[in-house]
């Protein structure tokens, strides 16, 4: 079965400490991830996919097919990067979401 | 730069009652989708449309619920008689193909509230 598993729902981190939000992935085949975020009263927006390797306002994201895994990651964070994070697996044309984890970045 | 919009923005309609949320995706989009957010649950997927026709549903999308492209411009998620369990946030989203990498590109949302 397609799944998608963010395990934390809410993590709360100070100004300029790393972060790393969870995502663990179920699917047979070759998986396409995403990232997307959704701040405070705004559209889900994409914040990045594993195909194009990109750093998007400073987060990465590395696929680890071995643990089925496809963390997001940021080395400072900054308090604008508060929303929700969405991981999400493409399957047939649609996307698969995990439950979403609460960034919170305290000052 | 070019977004989705849904209209309005929170439907408010009574249990048994027919609505239709309505949505215009990014404009050389050819593959659309909704999805929908009960609340403190994850984005599900409803259906994806090509074509005008449906490419593919899940389990939640019966026949209750429709959607149309009317004209060149919209696309309408119509639920016939609805439910209080259908209150929930709905998402429309466009791509420009239905491949896999593709970026799905979502709207605002509508707030349906099911008294």
């Known amino acids: 079965a397609q799944r998608v598993t963010q395990p934390e729902k809410l993590l709360s981190v100070f100004k300029g400490a790393p972060v790393e939000l969870k995502c663990n992935y179920s699917?047979?085949?070759?998986?396409?991830l995403f990232w997307y975020v959704q701040y405070s009263r705004q559209r889900l927006q994409l914040l990045l996919r594993h195909i194009s390797r990109e750093s998007i306002k400073g987060f990465t994201a590395d696929l680890n097919k071995g643990e089925t895994s496809f963390h997001l990651k940021k080395p400072f964070a900054q308090e604008e990067d508060s929303a929700m994070y969405y991981c999400?697996?493409?399957?047939?044309?649609?996307?698969?979401f995990g439950q979403g984890t609460e960034l919170s970045v305290k000052p | 730069e070019p977004e989705v919009t849904q209209t309005p923005s929170h439907q408010v309609t009574q249990m048994g009652q027919e609505v239709i949320l309505r949505c215009v995706p990014i404009?050389?989009?050819?593959?659309f989708y909704w999805y929908r957010q009960i609340l403190g649950q994850k984005v599900e997927f409803l259906v994806s449309?090509?074509?005008?026709?449906?490419?593919?549903k899940s389990e939640i999308f019966d026949d209750q619920f429709s959607v149309e492209r009317p004209d060149g411009s919209n696309f309408t998620l119509k639920i016939r008689s609805t439910k209080l369990e259908d209150s929930a946030m709905y998402f429309c989203a466009s791509s420009g193909v239905a491949d896999s990498t593709d970026t799905q590109y979502f709207g605002p949302g509508t707030r349906l509230t099911v008294l």
């Open positions: 449309f090509y074509n005008n026709e449906i490419s593919e």
């Open positions: 404009s050389n989009h050819l593959y």
């Open positions: 699917y047979s085949g070759s998986p396409e």
């Open positions: 999400a697996l493409a399957g047939r044309g649609k996307l698969i």
